[in-house]
T-cell receptor, first 115, second 112 residues
Framework: GAVVSQHPSRVICKSGTSVKIECRSL??????MFWYRQFPKQSLMLMAT?????????EQGVEKDKFLINHASLTLSTLTVTSAHPEDSSFYIC???????????FGPGTRLTVL | GESVGLHLPTLSVQEGDNSIINCAYSNSASDYFIWYKQESGKGPQFIIDIRSNMDKRQGQRVTVLLNKTVKHLSLQIAATQPGDSAVYFC???????????FGTGTSLTVIP
């Protein structure tokens, strides 16, 4: 299977700071990556689709100015949580298909805690 | 996003028994369905998928059944083992769009 990594795996920050999370496809190129958020004991909620070379598309209700997404290359997408607040504390997971119309391969997730 | 729900939030089975996890989906246009397993603190792990032109697909110890008429999906795990204990999610989507929406999740506990 394909490998997707995330960095950092855990981050704790103060309220008001910004946090950047990286998602990398290690053995394939991904023109599209996806960002999910998962609260404890809940399902994954799709936040946005990261598109290499163009703007990300956000799901309804997700603030694009709050969650900045940059798909810098065919193997890297970043999610920046700006001016983080405690309610942003969550498990953030990225995924990418190896090919178009292929199944998703998920990263290990990033646990964000905002104090 | 689309609404994908599960009938049972928790399921406990004896080791060696078969497990059945159910999922209902709402978007009749969805043509691709995936089951994922998620262990605590980890990302989802692909188990098995099925396309809408099929009604059954088998893997190693797992079988996915798709009933498009009633928009229902199930995951059957044969001879359930303690290592199968996890939360299981179904996801639906349109394959060419690559976007998938997840169901609520079922927590499976295998009793040794």
């Amino acid at each position: 299977g394909a490998v997707v990594s995330q960095h950092p795996s855990r981050v704790i920050c103060k309220s008001g700071t910004s946090v950047k999370i990286e998602c990398r496809s290690l053995d394939f190129q991904a023109t599209t990556m996806f960002w999910y958020r998962q609260f404890p004991k809940q399902s994954l909620m799709l936040m946005a689709t990261s598109n290499e070379g163009s703007k990300a598309t956000y799901e309804q209700g997700v603030e694009k100015d709050k969650f900045l997404i940059n798909h810098a290359s065919l193997t890297l997408s970043t999610l920046t949580v700006t001016s983080a607040h405690p309610e942003d504390s969550s498990f953030y997971i990225c995924s990418a298909p190896k090919r178009r119309a292929d199944t998703q391969y998920f990263g290990p997730g990033t646990r964000l805690t905002v104090l | 996003g689309e609404s994908v729900g599960l009938h049972l939030p928790t399921l406990s089975v004896q080791e060696g028994d078969n497990s059945i996890i159910n999922c209902a989906y709402s978007n009749s246009a969805s043509d691709y369905f995936i089951w994922y397993k998620q262990e605590s603190g980890k990302g989802p792990q692909f188990i098995i998928d099925i396309r809408s032109n099929m009604d059954k697909r088998q893997g190693q110890r797992v079988t996915v059944l798709l009933n498009k008429t009633v928009k229902h999906l199930s995951l059957q795990i044969a001879a359930t083992q303690p290592g199968d204990s996890a939360v299981y999610f179904c996801a639906e989507g349109i394959l060419t769009g690559n976007q998938f929406y997840f169901g609520t999740g079922t927590s499976l506990t295998v009793i040794p």
